[in-house]
């Protein structure tokens, strides 16, 4: 005869709700959908009283997912998590002049139940960090080109650990952060552009306090701020390949004019990919890509005591 002893209990639970905002000077429209997009009326926004067509919207995303499990032979440990993807973006167009400026927020969190030889707690992981901040002013030269100057900030958002046990801190706002200003040509279509331009700036920083005297992302031990010259470029495209599957992709490269490597070695590369499939009215899936490379940035060693004992030549 068998008897289980032993109860086994398996939960998740996953939420999703999103929220959409737009507003157009122009047309004087508000809208609002949180899940079936409901109108809320023109009032909420009362802003941007210019002349000229200004464009205020965004998009906010929240994520709520639970997990627990007792007696699993599958194994996991139990956690609560919650993210969060947000764009903000503020337009104005007025004859040949334009401008826009974004506002990109990736963050998610999550609260697992470790369970260790001697401990057994809960301890909070980051699953994503991101701010990226973009403005940009152009002109109009001829036909689809524009003059144009651009600033690109990017940096995580909350303290970085190198594990979820560790109190001393690897990373934190602006630690390291890169801001790039450039001048250059941007040449538009509905739903793809090509920013190029000779001469730009990147600034990599290292502002929080206690890092000032390590070496962080090329930033020497001593020094806030790493500033390298060079030519930019930015490729993006964002459009519905189907009515149910919307693809946004964009490709920056920065080449550093001063780098005292060779070749390849001096160009930084993002990449970002994010596939949105529309399953139904009520369901939908995302697959994000983000790869990033930089040669001159050394990444940390550890030991099996978790103490350093090198770094890398690159990352």
């Given at each position: 005869?068998f ?20 507003y ?10 949180v ?51 947000d ?15 974004t ?37 109009k ?9 651009l600033?690109n ?26 801001v ?14 090509w ?17 000032f005297?390590q ?5 020497d ?36 004019y ?37 040669y ?5 060693v ?13 990352l």
């Open positions: 005869m008897r289980m002893k032993k109860s086994v209990f398996l939960v998740s639970l996953s939420l999703f709700v999103s929220v959409q905002l737009a157009s000077q122009k047309d004087k429209d508000v809208v609002v959908a899940a079936d997009k409901a109108k809320v009326g023109e009032e909420l926004v009362d802003t941007l009283q210019k002349s000229g067509t200004w464009k205020f919207g965004g998009n906010f995303q929240l994520a709520f997912n639970q997990f627990y499990a007792s007696n699993w032979m599958g194994a996991g440990d139990p956690y609560v998590g919650l993210g969060t993807l764009r903000i973006f503020l337009t104005y167009n007025k004859n040949k002049f334009a401008w826009r400026t506002l990109d927020l990736d963050f998610g969190t999550r609260f697992s139940y470790k369970t260790d030889a001697d401990t057994s707690m809960w301890q909070r992981e980051k699953t994503s960090d991101k701010m990226e901040f973009n403005t940009q002013i152009g002109y030269a001829g036909g689809y080109w524009y003059y144009t100057m600033l900030a990017h940096s995580q958002i909350a303290n970085g650990y190198r594990n979820y046990k560790d109190t001393i801190r690897t990373s934190a706002f602006m630690t390291p952060g890169f790039t200003l450039s001048l250059g040509m941007e040449h538009k279509r509905k739903t793809w552009s920013y190029i331009s000779p001469l730009a700036a990147r600034f990599t920083c290292k502002l929080g306090e206690e890092f005297e070496s962080i992302a090329g930033v031990s001593g020094k806030r701020i790493l500033t390298t010259v060079g030519a930019f470029t930015r490729i993006a495209y964002n459009a519905d390949i189907h009515p149910k599957i919307n693809l946004n992709t964009k490709l920056e490269l920065f080449y550093n001063l780098g005292e490597y060779t070749h390849l070695r001096n160009l930084a590369t993002n990449f970002e990919m994010i596939w949105n499939f529309s399953i139904t009215d009520w369901l939908s899936v995302s697959f994000k890509t983000a790869l990033l490379y930089d001159t940035i050394k990444f940390p550890f030991d099996e005591m978790g103490e350093k004992k090198g770094e890398t030549d690159h």
